[in-house]
């Protein structure tokens, strides 16, 4: 009799055992799309649209940026404007002419370092920097003193037509 009870708890512990767990992969599967649609909802929100502002803080890059507001406003193909004109001698055969609009402002009371801004096409791969284009404004300034604004145009070319982002300082705004 000992043994059919010993054997009977052992089935039943078995069966618990066996049960929990089916629960703890229930739950964890939950637990795992959801996370997988967080992720995918924080991806999505990582970019910025034609239009939007980013002012830089203290968590990106030592705080360097801090303060300077910026705004893409307007990223469109142009394929009105003739590359080749800027006398780099650059081969542009086969790219595609971006004009960007982008006004920074500077929301701090210290002068801040601008850098260049960058282009990165449908495929990933990263577009050039246009210099010159006649009937183009690209006169960008190096710094912008406290409270300075500026609007600015630039150009650039890529290979692949399509979906692209412009990049500044680990901030990208997506063009579609």
Known sequence: MKKVILGFMSVLALTLVACSNEEKTSSSSSDIETEQTSTEAKKENQFLKVGESHVYDD????????GLKMTVDKAEIDKSIQ???DGSGRNYDGYIPVRVEVTYENTSDKTIDLISTD????????????????????????????????????VFAIKNEGQFDITYCGKTWRVN
């Open 83 to 85: 590359l080749g004109q």
């Open 119 to 154: 282009i990165i096409d449908s495929t990933g791969a990263t577009g050039l920097q246009v210099y010159y284009v006649e009937g183009v404004t690209t006169n960008i300034p190096d710094v912008l003193t406290a409270g300075q604004k500026v609007k600015i145009t630039e």
């Open 59 to 66: 968590s990106y890059n030592g705080g360097e940026y801090s």
